[in-house]
């Protein structure tokens, strides 16, 4: 079955900190993707960034960056230089791949990052 | 670009009572999803269409729920009898077709069962 854990259930850093939030997987699949959302207070989830199984290569994307590690089934995200309008929660996704997948998302429990100003 | 909507915003309605909620995806997707999250958890997968086709439904859509995607476009999500358990926010997404695409969420409909 596939599983994604979000051990961390809180988060509190002071502006300008860096942090990281962690995901592990598990899947039977060999073909899978895995996803990052937020969700700020306002409720509305929003797409982050994707990454399929069988691209590592580490993401940036200006303050945000991803660590996929297969080997460990590992998908981190790191946000540097937090901002207080990084508060939000972060869910990690995965999703199955292959003919007739529907691509339904299973999700973590999802992290509350504080960033305090 | 309109993004994915949903109405109504929230839903309050007594125990027994039959609700229906509405979902307008992102026009150029055919693929539209339905999810349900409580407090403190991830949102959980309920049902999947591929245009008007439901194509999946998980263990956790009881027979009182229904959803329909009449013409491929907009869908509907019905819970008949409602219980204090149904008391959740109800998110819409869509997606384009094909392997590994992001899906875009709703702002979620909140129900409250009194």
């Known amino acids: 079955a596939q599983k994604v854990t979000q051990a961390q259930t809180e988060i509190s850093v002071v502006e300008k900190e860096d942090v990281t939030l962690d995901c592990v997987y598990e899947?039977?699949?060999?073909?899978?993707?895995l996803f990052w959302y937020k969700q700020p207070p306002s409720g509305e989830l929003v797409f982050l960034i994707r990454r399929n199984s069988f691209d590592e290569q580490n993401e940036i994307s200006g303050r945000y960056s991803w660590n996929f590690q297969k080997s460990t089934s590992s998908f981190n995200f790191t946000i540097t230089a937090s901002q207080v309008v990084d508060s939000a929660v972060y869910f990690c996704a995965l999703s199955e791949a292959g003919g007739g997948a529907t691509n339904k998302l299973i999700f973590g429990t999802g992290t509350l990052l504080a960033v305090q100003p | 670009d309109t993004g994915v909507s949903q109405d109504p915003r929230h839903k309050i309605t007594k125990r027994g009572q039959n609700v229906t909620f509405r979902c307008d995806p992102i026009?150029?997707?055919?693929?539209l999803y339905w999810y349900r999250q409580t407090l403190g958890q991830g949102p959980e997968f309920l049902t999947y269409f591929q245009n008007e086709a439901q194509l999946e439904k998980s263990r956790l859509l009881s027979d009182r729920f229904s959803a329909e995607r009449p013409k491929g476009s907009f869908s509907t999500l019905e819970i008949q009898r409602t219980e204090q358990g149904d008391s959740a926010m109800y998110l819409c997404?869509?997606?384009?077709?094909?392997?590994?695409?992001?899906?875009?969420f709703g702002p979620g409909t909140r129900l409250t069962v009194t």
């Open positions: 026009s150029e997707h055919n693929r």
């Open positions: 899947t039977r699949d060999t073909t899978y993707y």
């Open positions: 997404a869509s997606s384009f077709s094909g392997e590994g695409y992001e899906q875009y």
